[in-house]
């Protein structure tokens, strides 16, 4: 079905249009979509990985949550802005500008539908910038839209006690949190005899880097040849069972928070779809 990770009765597209029509307190419901990609991650893990964590963890925040708090999830955005891994096949890659557009076109959809608060709950390291963008774009276009952009494994979990001092500094991709996660959420995609470390060389330049991150732009290939950054070799299912578990209580908290929110509205000027063009929409709601 076409729902996956998310609860059946949490899944926005199953309902008519005249069900969603009917809904009480729209503005305040939390609409959400997860982001993800499709993307090389090693030798040991799919291409879905991105978007399995995205929906993987939504869907079980969104089946604990109580059911006073009202959100619903849309179907998960798969594709996503790759391009740093565009040298492995399996990787189906957005350009910055069609993954910008998607997302804008997807959130004033959400509007017209008399929604107010979306969360884009994104899996995929590569485009929080421009998910950022949407959503200012949103907002300076919607005096009454609460547009939140948020990586969906920023919030408190186990992982951070589970990890080396490297894997915190220098894990960028396919490393030890994600493969412990894909052994929680798709244990039959995970192949851990072929599980191996890379790390990047640290950084130089302390100044840019303090942790010893690239300060640059890199692709998964200025790495070596595998794709992996980061030490997948020692997860284990329990410890991706207990960052899913503390990860999603953490988005059920945040996600109540979000249903109860009463944020500032700007009456006006709101910039309309020509902002670029100097455009200004003088009254708020008045349709996108
Ligand atoms: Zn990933």
């Known amino acids: ?42 030798p040991h893990l799919p291409c879905s990985v ?24 849309l179907p998960t955005l798969t594709y996503g802005k790759s391009e740093e891994h565009l040298h492995f096949p399996g990787t189906m890659t957005l350009t910055g500008t069609t993954l ?13 539908s008399g929604f107010r608060k979306l969360l884009f709950a994104n899996g995929h390291g590569g485009q929080p910038q421009v998910l950022e963008m949407a959503a200012r774009e949103l907002r300076l276009r919607h005096g009454d839209f609460v547009v939140v952009p948020h990586g969906v494994s920023r919030l408190p979990n186990a992982s951070s006690k589970q990890i080396s001092d490297q894997e915190k500094r220098l894990s960028m991709h396919a490393g030890h949190s994600e493969t412990a996660l894909m052994l929680a959420l798709a244990p039959d995609t995970v192949h851990m005899e072929r599980a191996a470390a890379n790390f990047p060389p640290p950084f130089p330049i302390k100044l840019l880097s303090p942790d010893g991150r690239p300060a640059c732009a890199w692709t998964a290939r200025d790495f070596g040849p595998s794709g992996v950054i980061g030490d997948p070799t020692s997860a ?37 779809r020509g902002h670029e063009q100097g455009f200004i929409q003088t009254s708020v709601g008045a349709g996108a």
């Open 100 to 112: 910008l557009s998607t997302v804008i076109e997807i959130g004033e959809s959400v509007y017209r």
């Open 50 to 73: 991105d978007s399995v964590i995205a929906s993987g963890v939504m869907g079980k925040a969104l089946e604990r949550l109580p059911a006073e708090v009202r959100a619903f999830a």
């Open 236 to 272: 284990t299912r329990e410890q991706g069972e207990e960052i899913l578990d503390t990860l999603s209580a953490s988005w059920v908290q945040a996600l109540t928070e979000l249903h109860a929110l009463r944020w500032v509205v700007r009456e006006e000027p709101t910039w309309g």
């Open 1 to 42: 079905m076409l729902h996956g990770y998310i609860p059946p009765h949490r899944f926005l597209p199953y309902l008519s249009w005249t069900e969603i029509d009917a809904l009480p307190d729209r503005e305040n419901t939390v609409i959400v979509l997860p982001c993800g990609a499709i993307e090389q991650h090693g």
